[in-house]
Structures are given as structure tokens and as C-alpha cells.
């Protein structure tokens, strides 16, 4: 049934992944006409606030040749950065999306203008139509970055460069013009209709584009943009940075004499919110769905501007994600199920995981998104790199990898996965939960069917956290039905802790958490062996980092009841 069930999301992602590329060929012919054809930019007029924070000794890295993006590195001894092979997709992204020239900004100086100019000449003269520089996303984050930083590029430049900058912008607003025309995806249709509004509002010739593009924009926003706030992706990481994109583009509205679309008013209301609910209270956001590395300065940014709120939101049933608290403690759950293939290609299969904090310090996390490396993510992506339950060491969701079936499944999976990504085929269907307070606790629970396929397995959790913090009692409950009723299963429930946290065996067959903040809580467990086992945190600040995990093994065969419980011994120094 699960092999059969997936045959046929291949088969109809297939179709419909065809019907979309004769589409986009039909367009070139139906389409709507190019507002741009023949329009020439002839002046910038604003230069939009970039509110990602900058730090001006990536200047001097980068003036000494060394490029650091997305966890690599390249030395490029005098040369170009473009001459090189990336080390990585990753890195080639940021260094093609330019977003790195606001740390040249930050120095301040005529030699850091003088080396934004020539990195931006280099390109142009050499490397403008590269394949790595041409995908939308790429596209769209370029041209915000030369808008931008147009002040920090432009100063000092002669007639013949400031021509060929705005020649490059022109020919980059058609360039997602026509994309848009001839229909992109959903995630690239919204970053492109961003660029588009960016540069209607900044350019002088290009004003034919902002009444299409935002009439696109408000569209997307409306689509991508749930009512709880989160995006479909389900990933806070691509949340933060389109705020950092939409509130500067809400204030270039305003600075045109424009009233900004009520789309764009009401996306960011909603978003804002949605980000106070994944927060820890060390400024970290909730590691689900490809969210690696928190840049606290640019979450701090963005939740200025949400000033108003009263109350942190808790319960956002549309993105699957809920919110306990308790004295210091915080928790944050994963309860939905994977967003639609379209969206899903750095979606995650956590369902029923959790992350929980105390205070300012980490104690169970996810692993987290790595900054590059496609081995790391997959891995990353994987069940068994949440804090939840595994069975037979496998994912409750089933990813896309272009080498399982037969040789004609595999070649359709091959093109899909070129086209796509590592998207997800299929998991769990839209989670059931309850919630409710009762005197002296809060309580979660929730059921997920992403085994029942493969194992006939329904995995429950449930939660109940103190009201004063100093307990989290859990019980992880699994359902045999169906399929595979009777096989012996091994399950493994997972608590990754942060690696800040040191465990050690206790008295009573209790477990030892101590936290460097002085911090001491014991874990004990019903049901199952529990164990003391190596385990990676992907999203570390300066890289993956080592770590621990507490695990309970079991054989699951007719069912099974496991219970769990964190407590504090000792509270951690204030």
C-alpha cells in the first residue's frame, strides 16, 4: 500500500510538473505583453534601509581574499571569488545573491566602496549569465542588494559604471518579469514579485512593472502567507528573511507618496506574532522545518517592530505549531503534518518533536539545519534528528531521492529531484490535538499516522508541563492497527539535549542534566532502556557541534506505553 501510495504521488507530481514546463514554453506566445520591453532604467531615486545587521570585519576578510558564506570557506589569493568552483550550492547562493556587500558598507571606507565596485564590475563583465546567478531566488536577492546598497556601490563610480549598474538592474528586472509570466513556483513567484515592487519603487523607467507586481505580491502573500502567520514552507528561517525584505519595502511605499498594499500590511501583522511563538528566551528561534542558525540580531530587529504585543501567541493550528509555558520553562512543539511538495524541500520529518527551554538555557533541542552540506541536511531532515519517536530507523516522512523502484520510477525521480529538490512525497496527515490548562499544568497532546503506511503504527505523545516550570512529564503512547500488526518493531524515543547540557547516570536509574548556568534536572522514564548516546546539533553558531542525546529503546509489538519526566533539582543562577 505504501509503496503503491507513493507511485502515485511520483507519478502525478510528474504530470504536473509537465503540465507546468509546457505552460512556461506556452507563455512565451499567451503570456501577458512584457511591460518592460525596451524600458531602460534612467536614475535611482531611493535606495532601500537593509535592515540585516552588518559587521565590518567581514570586510576586512573579505579584502584579505577570504570568503566565508554559509559555514565555508575560500581563500581566493588576489583573484576573484567568481573564478572559483563554490565550495559549496550554498555558498554560491549567497555569493551570487550579494547580500555580503552590507558588510562592506559597515567599514565605511574608499577602500571598502572601491572593492564593492570591483566585485560588482567582475560580475558583470564576467559572470552575469552563469548558471549559478540565474535561478529566481538568486536573482530576486541580487537585485535587492544592488538597490540597497546602491549608496555604498555608486559613490565614487565613474559615468561608465553607474551606466552599466543600471543596465544590470534593468536587464535583472526583466529577467523575473519573465518569469513571472511564464510561472515560476510558488516560493520563487513571491521572492521575484518582492524584487519586482523593489524596483519599481527605486528605478526611474521601471514603473511600468509595480502595478503587476504588486498585484502578484498581494496575491502570494495572501497563498503562501497562513492565517496564524507562518508560511507554508512551515520554515521560520524563510519567515525572517522575507520580514527583513517586507517591512523595508512597506517604508519605500511610503517614501514614494504610495499607500502600501493592505496584502503587505497584513502579512506582516500576522508574521511578526508567529515569530514570537517559535522564540526561546535565549532570542533563538525553535530548530523545525530548516531552521538552522538564529541570528539573534536580526530576530531583535524584527520583533521591535511587533512592540504592541501583549501576550505571546501559543497556538497556531494552520502552521502546526504550539506553545507551552510555564514559570521559565518553554516549550515549543511540532504537531503538524509536511506542507505540500511545492514547499517541502527543506521540510523536515518531526512531527509530535519538541524543543525545551528554562530560562535563558537550552535543554532539548532538534537538530537543527547546517549551513551547508547536502549529506548534513539530509540527515538533518531525518526523524531520528528530532526529539521524538522512531521506528525501525526510519522517517515518518518519505523523501524524494531519485534511486528507489524500478528504472523507469527512478528516472522520473531523477528529473523531479533536478527540477524540485529533495522534496517530501508523502507523511503524516493534519495532526489531531487537544490542549487545555488544568490546575497546576498545561496540557498537549497530539497523534500522528506517518508510520501506518510502512508499519500500521499510529505514534501518540502527550505533554504536561508544570505551571511553575519545574516539571515536564511525557508519555509516548503507539498503536498497532492494520498492516504489520504483530511484527516486533524496534522504537527509539529521542531527546536531543543542546550541547551546553552535560548528562551523566544518577542514583535510582535517574539520568543527570547539569547546564553551566548551574542548573540541575534529572530525567526518568517508564516503559523502555534508556541510554546515553552521541549526537550532533547541526545549527551551532560556529558550525556543528557535538552533543549528547537520551534515548528509550523498546520492541514494540502489540502496542507500548512509555512514560518520561524532566524535573528540576536545582534552579539555574538568575
Same mark, same amino acid.
Given at each position: 500500500?505504501?509503496?503503491?501510495?507513493?507511485?502515485?504521488?511520483?507519478?502525478?507530481?510528474?504530470?504536473?510538473?509537465?503540465?507546468?514546463?509546457?505552460?512556461?514554453?506556452?507563455?512565451?506566445?499567451?503570456?501577458?505583453?512584457?511591460?518592460?520591453?525596451?524600458?531602460?532604467?534612467?536614475?535611482?531615486?531611493?535606495?532601500?534601509?537593509?535592515?540585516?545587521?552588518?559587521?565590518?570585519?567581514?570586510?576586512?576578510?573579505?579584502?584579505?581574499?577570504?570568503?566565508?558564506?554559509?559555514?565555508?570557506?575560500?581563500?581566493?589569493?588576489?583573484?576573484?571569488?567568481?573564478?572559483?568552483?563554490?565550495?559549496?550550492? #550554498?555558498?554560491?547562493?549567497?555569493?551570487?545573491?550579494?547580500?555580503?556587500?552590507?558588510?562592506?558598507?559597515?567599514?565605511?571606507?574608499?577602500?571598502?566602496?572601491?572593492?564593492?565596485?570591483?566585485?560588482?564590475?567582475?560580475?558583470?563583465?564576467?559572470?552575469?549569465?552563469?548558471?549559478?546567478?540565474?535561478?529566481?531566488?538568486?536573482?530576486?536577492?541580487?537585485?535587492?542588494?544592488?538597490?540597497?546598497?546602491?549608496?555604498?556601490?555608486?559613490?565614487?563610480?565613474?559615468?561608465?559604471?553607474?551606466?552599466?549598474?543600471?543596465?544590470?538592474?534593468?536587464?535583472?528586472?526583466?529577467?523575473?518579469?519573465?518569469?513571472?509570466?511564464?510561472?515560476?513556483?510558488?516560493?520563487?513567484?513571491? @521572492?521575484?514579485?518582492?524584487?519586482?515592487?523593489?524596483?519599481?519603487?527605486?528605478?526611474?523607467?521601471?514603473?511600468?512593472?509595480?502595478?503587476?507586481?504588486?498585484?502578484?505580491?498581494?496575491?502570494?502573500?495572501?497563498?503562501?502567507?497562513?492565517?496564524?502567520?507562518?508560511?507554508?514552507?512551515?520554515?521560520?528561517?524563510?519567515?525572517? #528573511?522575507?520580514?527583513?525584505?517586507?517591512?523595508?519595502?512597506?517604508?519605500?511605499?511610503?517614501?514614494?507618496?504610495?499607500?502600501?498594499?493592505?496584502?503587505?500590511?497584513?502579512?506582516?501583522?500576522?508574521?511578526?506574532?508567529?515569530?514570537?511563538?517559535?522564540?526561546?528566551?535565549?532570542?533563538? @528561534?525553535?530548530?523545525?522545518?530548516?531552521?538552522?542558525?538564529?541570528?539573534?540580531?536580526?530576530?531583535?530587529?524584527?520583533?521591535?517592530?511587533?512592540?504592541?504585543?501583549?501576550?505571546?501567541?501559543?497556538?497556531?493550528?494552520?502552521?502546526?505549531?504550539?506553545?507551552?509555558?510555564?514559570?521559565?520553562?518553554?516549550?515549543?512543539?511540532?504537531?503538524?503534518?509536511?506542507?505540500?511538495?511545492?514547499? !517541502?524541500?527543506?521540510?523536515?520529518?518531526?512531527? @509530535?518533536?519538541?524543543?525545551? !527551554?528554562?530560562?535563558?538555557?537550552?535543554?532539548?533541542?532538534?537538530?537543527?539545519?547546517?549551513?551547508?552540506?547536502?549529506?548534513?541536511? /539530509?540527515?538533518?531532515?531525518?526523524?531520528?534528528?528530532?526529539?521524538?519517536?522512531?521506528?525501525?530507523?526510519?522517517?515518518?516522512?518519505?523523501?524524494?531521492?531519485?534511486?528507489?523502484?524500478?528504472?523507469?520510477?527512478?528516472?522520473?525521480?531523477?528529473?523531479?529531484?533536478?527540477?524540485?529538490?529533495?522534496?517530501?512525497?508523502?507523511?503524516?496527515?493534519?495532526?489531531?490535538?487537544?490542549?487545555?490548562?488544568?490546575?497546576?499544568?498545561?496540557?498537549?497532546?497530539?497523534?500522528?499516522?506517518?508510520?501506518?503506511?510502512?508499519?500500521?503504527?499510529?505514534?501518540?505523545?502527550?505533554?504536561?508541563?508544570?505551571?511553575?516550570?519545574?516539571?515536564?512529564?511525557?508519555?509516548?503512547?503507539?498503536?498497532?492497527?492494520?498492516?504489520?500488526?504483530?511484527?516486533?518493531?524496534?522504537?527509539?524515543?529521542?531527546?536531543?539535549? /543542546?550541547?551546553?547540557?552535560?548528562?551523566?547516570?544518577? #542514583?535510582?536509574?535517574?539520568?543527570?542534566?547539569?547546564?553551566?548556568?548551574?542548573?540541575?534536572?534529572?530525567?526518568?522514564?517508564?516503559?523502555?532502556?534508556?541510554?546515553?548516546?552521541?549526537?550532533?546539533?547541526?545549527?551551532?553558531?560556529?558550525?556543528?557541534?557535538?552533543?549528547?542525546?537520551?534515548?528509550?529503546?523498546?520492541?514494540?509489538?502489540?502496542?507500548? /506505553?512509555?512514560?518520561?519526566?524532566?524535573?528540576?533539582?536545582?534552579?539555574?543562577?538568575?
Amino acid at each position: 500500500m505504501a509503496r503503491g501510495h507513493e507511485r502515485w504521488v511520483l507519478y502525478r507530481l510528474a504530470v504536473r510538473e509537465a503540465v507546468r514546463t509546457v505552460r512556461s514554453a506556452a507563455a512565451r506566445f499567451t503570456a501577458p505583453p512584457d511591460l518592460l520591453a525596451g524600458a531602460r532604467v534612467t536614475a535611482l531615486v531611493i535606495a532601500p534601509h537593509d535592515l540585516r545587521t552588518s559587521d565590518a570585519t567581514f570586510a576586512d576578510d573579505i579584502y584579505s581574499g577570504l570568503f566565508v558564506f554559509a559555514g565555508r570557506a575560500l581563500s581566493v589569493s588576489g583573484r576573484s571569488p567568481f573564478d572559483y568552483d563554490p565550495p559549496s550550492p #550554498e555558498w554560491a547562493e549567497v555569493l551570487y545573491g550579494f547580500g555580503w556587500l552590507r558588510h562592506l558598507r559597515a567599514a565605511d571606507t574608499a577602500l571598502a566602496r572601491a572593492n564593492a565596485r570591483a566585485f560588482v564590475s567582475d560580475f558583470l563583465a564576467n559572470r552575469g549569465d552563469a548558471a549559478l546567478a540565474r535561478p529566481v531566488p538568486i536573482a530576486a536577492r541580487r537585485l535587492i542588494s544592488f538597490l540597497c546598497q546602491s549608496p555604498l556601490v555608486l559613490e565614487g563610480a565613474d559615468h561608465t559604471f553607474y551606466q552599466a549598474f543600471l543596465k544590470a538592474i534593468g536587464r535583472s528586472a526583466r529577467d523575473l518579469e519573465r518569469a513571472l509570466r511564464r510561472g515560476t513556483e510558488r516560493p520563487s513567484r513571491l @521572492l521575484a514579485a518582492v524584487a519586482l515592487c523593489y524596483a519599481g519603487l527605486c528605478c526611474e523607467g521601471l514603473q511600468p512593472i509595480l502595478r503587476r507586481a504588486t498585484r502578484v505580491l498581494s496575491r502570494e502573500l495572501d497563498r503562501q502567507i497562513l492565517p496564524d502567520g507562518g508560511h507554508r514552507s512551515r520554515n521560520a528561517r524563510f519567515a525572517v #528573511e522575507l520580514l527583513l525584505d517586507l517591512l523595508p519595502l512597506r517604508q519605500s511605499f511610503l517614501s514614494r507618496g504610495l499607500e502600501p498594499p493592505e496584502a503587505l500590511l497584513r502579512a506582516i501583522d500576522r508574521m511578526l506574532p508567529m515569530l514570537r511563538l517559535m522564540r526561546h528566551p535565549d532570542a533563538s @528561534l525553535s530548530h523545525f522545518n530548516g531552521m538552522g542558525t538564529t541570528e539573534a540580531d536580526h530576530l531583535t530587529t524584527l520583533l521591535i517592530y511587533d512592540g504592541a504585543m501583549i501576550e505571546t501567541m501559543r497556538h497556531a493550528p494552520f502552521s502546526g505549531y504550539e506553545r507551552l509555558e510555564g514559570g521559565r520553562a518553554v516549550l515549543v512543539a511540532d504537531v503538524g503534518g509536511p506542507p505540500r511538495q511545492s514547499y !517541502s524541500k527543506l521540510a523536515c520529518a518531526g512531527c @509530535l518533536s519538541f524543543e525545551m !527551554s528554562s530560562g535563558l538555557q537550552r535543554l532539548v533541542v532538534n537538530c537543527g539545519a547546517p549551513a551547508s552540506g547536502a549529506d548534513q541536511r /539530509h540527515l538533518s531532515r531525518s526523524t531520528a534528528a528530532h526529539s521524538t519517536a522512531t521506528i525501525a530507523d526510519a522517517s515518518s516522512c518519505r523523501f524524494l531521492t531519485g534511486e528507489n523502484g524500478w528504472w523507469g520510477r527512478r528516472l522520473i525521480g531523477r528529473w523531479l529531484l533536478n527540477r524540485w529538490g529533495p522534496i517530501i512525497l508523502r507523511g503524516p496527515s493534519p495532526v489531531p490535538i487537544d490542549r487545555r490548562n488544568e490546575p497546576g499544568r498545561a496540557i498537549l497532546a497530539g497523534r500522528h499516522d506517518g508510520y501506518q503506511y510502512p508499519f500500521g503504527v499510529t505514534h501518540e505523545r502527550r505533554w504536561e508541563l508544570a505551571s511553575d516550570g519545574t516539571q515536564l512529564d511525557g508519555d509516548d503512547a503507539f498503536f498497532r492497527e492494520g498492516r504489520g500488526r504483530g511484527r516486533a518493531r524496534d522504537v527509539a524515543i529521542r531527546f536531543h539535549l /543542546h550541547p551546553t547540557v552535560s548528562v551523566v547516570g544518577g #542514583e535510582d536509574g535517574r539520568l543527570m542534566l547539569t547546564t553551566p548556568l548551574g542548573g540541575i534536572w534529572t530525567f526518568a522514564s517508564q516503559g523502555a532502556e534508556v541510554a546515553i548516546e552521541d549526537s550532533v546539533f547541526f545549527a551551532g553558531v560556529a558550525g556543528p557541534r557535538r552533543t549528547k542525546q537520551i534515548v528509550l529503546h523498546l520492541t514494540l509489538t502489540d502496542g507500548a /506505553h512509555v512514560r518520561w519526566q524532566f524535573a528540576q533539582k536545582e534552579p539555574a543562577a538568575a
